[in-house]
């Protein structure tokens, strides 16, 4: 089987398993059991799929979910040390497409922001920013080029950056990196990618050689949450944050079983 098609299937597979996933085929379901006049396995195929889609779109449950993630590595703040490098994985903007005239940043460009901010206030004297193009994604720029730009937009000089644009997930941008830093031994790099990807992102990069130290950013856990029925009433952020936070962990366990943790 072809990298390629593997690659697809880590991406497809995994929708049957999320909250949207199962809610869909239950529907199918109903409609499957309507046509067939069982309407009791219809009546039981309903319920569990509004008590799926309610309980994934409570804000109260999208927030503990995302925080199994989150809580595992805080903010540094001004405990986060400095390096020579940081490296800032990819996922956080897409290259500029017809109509947008610009790259469209993503839900997770806080990782570009906070890596030129770690150059800015001195933390790092150069970064490594790796993301490359998906098969199906021909005719645009990689995103590693893309996060060049965009960093120095941001006040980081070229000469600063490198540029690892062939990796399609975090395995690769270890790969990549290594690549890049002429493989081992490494000195201590900072790690840039979202709070809730640390978890899987660290333990690969760390397996890969690199003294990685933890530098998240993109924190989505809400500490506001005002306990009122409000919080218990379905939220469209809210279902998206569960699925997210599942679709982490799901990627976490499947690198572990390949043996890439």
Known sequence: MSSELLLLLSKVLPLALLPEGIVT??????CLALLLRATRVAGVLAVAALAIFWVSALPVFANWAMDTLERQYPPAGAALPRAEIAIVLGGA?????????????????????????????????????????????????PEGEVMRDMLITL????EAIEVGAASRNTYENATEAQSILRGPPFEPVLLVTSAAHMPRALAIFRKAGFPAVPAPCDFRVSNR?????????????AFAMTSSAIREWMGYYAYRWRGWL
Do not use: F
């Open 25 to 30: 085929l239950a529907l199918a379901g109903v």
């Open 155 to 158: 006040g980081v000089p070229a």
């Open 93 to 141: 903007v897409s290259a500029a497409r017809p109509p947008h005239p610009t790259p469209e940043l993503l839900e997770s460009a806080d990782r570009i922001w906070y890596a030129a901010h770690l150059y800015r206030s001195g933390h790092v004297k150069r970064i490594v920013a790796v993301g490359g193009l998906l098969p199906w994604e021909a005719g645009v720029r």
């Open 225 to 237: 949450l005002t306990t009122t029925v409000l919080d218990w009433l379905p939220q469209a952020g």
